[in-house]
C-alpha cells in the first residue's frame, strides 16, 4: 500500500544548474517561512565553504506542506566529487526532480545521477532551469534531454516523463516555454500528480536503510535515513546489521528521534513506515548499515560505496615558521581531527603512513580533500600537504588507474590547444560537437594524473571562458609516465623579510607569488620560472649604500603585482619534490627538502642513475 499524505523526493543536476536556488523558492513559497522571516539566499547551503563556492558538498534534508501532503525534499550535490551522496540519498526517496540548465544542456554529472535514479527505477519530472538566460536554446535541449534519456535505456513511461521550464532565481514555472510562469504551483501539482507517495508495510517488523551520517559533540552520531517497514518509537531496542558484512550485530536502544520541518529538526515520539528520520543513539552506526527489530534481522541491500581514487599525505609542519600561526599542530591533535572527519564522511580513509607524524588520506578526488583541507584550516589546524597521487590497481597482473571522462566547453578558437595539451597527457577524444555558432563541445577520456595541474592551465589557455567538468570513468590499464609541470620553481635562497629590491631583480627570472615584506624561509618557493628547471632567488637581497646612492632610492623600482594562489591552485602547482605548508593565516608552497645544498646533491644522483 502507498501512502498518499507523502512525497519523498530529490533534485539531482549537474554542478551549478540551480538546485538550491529552486529548493529556496519551493520553501519560500509553500509557506514554509513566515512571512517576515529573514532567509539567507541558498539556505540548504549551511556550509560557510558552500556559501562562499556556491556548491553543494552534503546532501541536505528539508520538507515542506502542499494541499496537505508533507513533502521531503533533498537538495543533492552536483560536484563529481561529492557523487557518493547523491547514490546514497536516491535509497530515501521515490521521485527525482531532473534539473538541466537551459543554456548548457545535460553535462556529465547530468547523465550520472540520471543513470543511477534511472536504475532505482525512480518517477522523473524534468525541469529546465535558467529560461532567463540571454544564451539559453530550450528547443534543443528538449532533444539534448530526450536523447540522453534513450541512451541510457529508460522506459516508456520514464521517456514520458513530464517536463517544466522554469527560472529558479525569478521564482516562475509553467508547462510550456512560450508562456511565463507567475509561481511555482505548476511544480507543485505536478510532483503530487506524478511522483507516488512510498510504499509502505506497516504491519512488518521495524526496518531502516541509514543513507546518510552526521555528528554534533551533543549527541554523537545520528543516522538519516527513510523507515521501509514498521514503525518505531524513542526507546525501542534494535539490531545494527550490514547487506556487505555478516558479522555486523549490534545491540542498541534508540535514544531520539528527529523528523524534518522545513529546515528544521522536529523532535517526534514515533514514526512510520515511509517517513525520512533521524535516529541518535546508536554509535558505531555508519552508511549503508540497517536498524532493524531484534526479531526480525534482515540486513537491506545497500550498493558499495565507491572506493576513493586519490590520497595526499598529511604531515606534522617542520617547517622553520612552524607553530607560529596555528592552534593545532600535533600529530595527536591531526590524528583525531581526520579521525572525526571519518565519522560524517564515509568516502574518506585515513592510514597511518611509515612515520608517526604523517597520515595518508583518501578521497573521491581534489576537490574532495582540498575542501577538508580549508575546513581544518579554517578550525585553526597547521600541517602540511603532499601533492595528490592517484590510487593505482592491479588485477590479474595488470596495473590499472583511475580515469576521467571530461566534458569541456570552450570558444572555438582555443579547440585546438586544448586538445593538444590534453592529447600529451595521454587523453582520448570521444565526442566533439558545436555548441551553438562559437562555442565547440569536447568529450575525451583521460588518467585522472593527467588533469593534475591542468585546470589553471585550461584557465590561461582558454583566457578564462572555458568550461570544464570531470566524472570518474572506473580503472583502466595504466598509460605509463606523463609529462609533469613544464615550468621550473623559484627557490627563496635565504631565510628573511622578502625586499623590494630583491624581488625586482626576482621578477626578471619569472612569475612571484609574494609581494615586499613577506617573511621567507631558504627552500621556500616564491614564484615560479617559465624554464623546467628550478632556480634559487634572493628575494631578501638589499642594494648596497654609497656616498652617491641612498636607501630610500628603492622607491623607483616598480614590482609586478604577485599571482596570489588559492588552495586549489598551489596543490596543482606542486611538483613532487615540494609540499604546500598550511596555515590559517598563510598558504606558502615549499621544497621538502630545504636546504639547497643537499637538494642539489640529490638532483646530481637522480641524473647520474638516468
Not at 624554464?531 to 630610500?552: E, F, I, P, Q, Y
Request: proline residues 5%.
Amino acid at each position: 500500500m502507498r501512502r498518499e499524505d507523502l512525497r519523498n523526493i530529490a533534485i539531482i543536476a549537474h554542478v551549478d544548474h540551480g538546485k538550491t536556488t529552486l529548493v529556496d523558492g519551493m520553501l519560500k513559497q509553500s509557506g514554509t517561512f513566515r512571512e517576515n522571516q529573514i532567509v539567507n539566499e541558498r539556505v540548504m547551503d549551511s556550509g560557510d565553504i558552500e556559501r562562499e563556492r556556491g556548491i553543494t558538498i552534503l546532501a541536505k534534508n528539508a520538507s515542506f506542506n502542499y494541499n496537505g501532503v508533507k513533502v521531503n525534499i533533498v537538495d543533492t550535490p552536483g560536484h563529481a566529487d561529492f557523487g557518493g551522496e547523491v547514490e546514497r540519498v536516491l535509497k530515501m526517496v521515490d521521485g527525482v526532480l531532473l534539473l538541466v540548465d537551459a543554456a548548457e544542456g545535460p553535462m556529465p554529472q547530468t547523465r550520472f545521477v540520471l543513470e543511477k535514479a534511472l536504475a532505482q527505477n525512480l518517477s522523473i519530472v524534468i525541469i529546465v532551469n535558467k529560461i532567463d538566460r540571454p544564451d539559453a536554446r530550450i528547443k534543443e535541449i528538449i532533444d539534448e534531454i530526450l536523447l540522453l534519456l534513450m541512451d541510457l535505456g529508460a522506459s516508456d513511461e520514464q521517456l514520458d516523463s513530464p517536463m517544466l521550464f522554469c527560472s529558479g532565481r525569478e521564482g516562475i514555472a509553467n508547462y510550456s516555454p512560450e508562456v511565463r510562469g507567475t509561481d511555482f504551483k505548476p511544480i507543485f501539482d505536478t510532483v503530487l500528480e506524478y511522483i507516488p507517495g512510498p510504499e509502505v508495510a506497516p504491519e512488518e517488523p521495524f526496518a531502516m536503510l541509514v543513507s546518510n551520517v552526521d555528528y554534533n559533540s551533543f549527541v554523537g552520531r545520528t543516522a538519516i535515513g527513510r523507515i521501509e517497514k514498521g514503525s518505531v518509537k524513542v526507546g525501542q531496542e534494535v539490531v545494527v546489521c550490514d547487506w556487505h558484512d555478516e558479522t555486523v550485530r549490534r545491540r542498541g536502544k534508540i535514544t531520539a528521534l528527529y523528523s524534518f520541518e522545513g529546515t528544521n529538526k522536529a523532535t517526534v515520539d514515533t514514526a512510520s513506515s515511509g517517513d525520512i528520520v533521524i535516529v541518535s543513539g546508536l554509535e558505531d552506526v555508519t552508511i549503508g548499515n540497517t536498524i532493524c527489530a531484534p526479531d526480525c534481522v534482515q540486513p537491506l541491500p545497500f550498493v558499495a560505496i565507491d572506493e576513493p581514487t586519490v590520497e595526499m599525505t598529511f604531515a606534522v609542519n617542520d617547517s622553520p615558521f612552524a607553530g607560529k600561526e596555528g592552534k593545532f599542530v600535533t600529530s595527536r591533535q591531526i590524528r583525531e581531527r581526520l579521525q572525526k572527519e571519518l565519522l560524517k564522511d564515509v568516502a574518506l580513509k585515513v592510514e597511518d603512513s611509515t612515520s608517526s607524524e604523517s597520515f595518508k588520506v583518501m578521497g573521491r578526488g581534489e576537490m574532495h580533500l582540498s575542501i577538508l583541507i580549508e575546513n581544518m584550516r579554517r578550525e585553526g589546524y597547521e600541517f602540511q600537504v603532499s601533492p595528490p597521487r592517484v590510487l593505482l590497481k592491479e588485477e590479474n597482473g595488470k596495473k590499472l588507474e583511475p580515469f576521467e571522462h571530461v566534458v569541456i566547453d570552450v570558444p572555438t578558437e582555443f579547440q585546438g590547444s586544448v586538445i593538444e595539451k590534453l592529447s600529451s597527457r595521454k587523453a582520448e577524444l570521444i565526442n566533439m560537437a558545436p555548441q551553438g555558432e562559437s562555442r565547440m563541445r569536447i568529450e575525451m577520456k583521460i588518467p585522472s594524473r593527467g588533469l593534475f595541474g591542468y585546470r589553471s592551465e585550461f584557465l590561461t589557455d582558454t583566457k578564462g571562458s572555458g568550461v570544464m567538468n570531470t566524472i570518474f570513468d572506473g580503472y583502466r590499464d595504466y598509460v605509463g609516465e606523463l609529462p609533469t609541470r613544464n615550468t621550473g620553481s623559484l627557490v627563496a635562497f635565504e631565510t628573511g623579510t622578502s625586499i623590494t629590491y630583491g624581488l625586482y631583480n626576482a621578477q626578471e627570472r619569472g612569475v612571484l607569488f609574494i609581494e615586499a615584506g613577506v617573511p621567507v624561509y631558504a627552500g621556500m618557493v616564491v614564484g615560479y620560472s617559465p624554464k623546467s628547471d628550478d632556480l634559487t632567488v634572493n628575494v631578501c637581497k638589499t642594494k648596497h649604500l654609497t656616498n652617491t646612492r641612498a636607501s630610500g632610492s628603492d622607491d623607483a623600482l616598480r614590482l609586478i603585482p604577485p599571482k596570489k594562489m588559492s588552495l586549489e591552485e598551489c596543490l596543482e602547482f606542486l611538483a613532487p619534490d615540494e609540499l604546500v605548508e598550511v596555515t590559517p593565516k598563510t598558504l606558502r608552497i615549499r621544497k621538502a627538502i630545504l636546504d639547497h645544498s643537499e637538494r642539489a646533491r640529490i638532483l646530481s644522483r637522480a641524473k647520474k642513475g638516468k
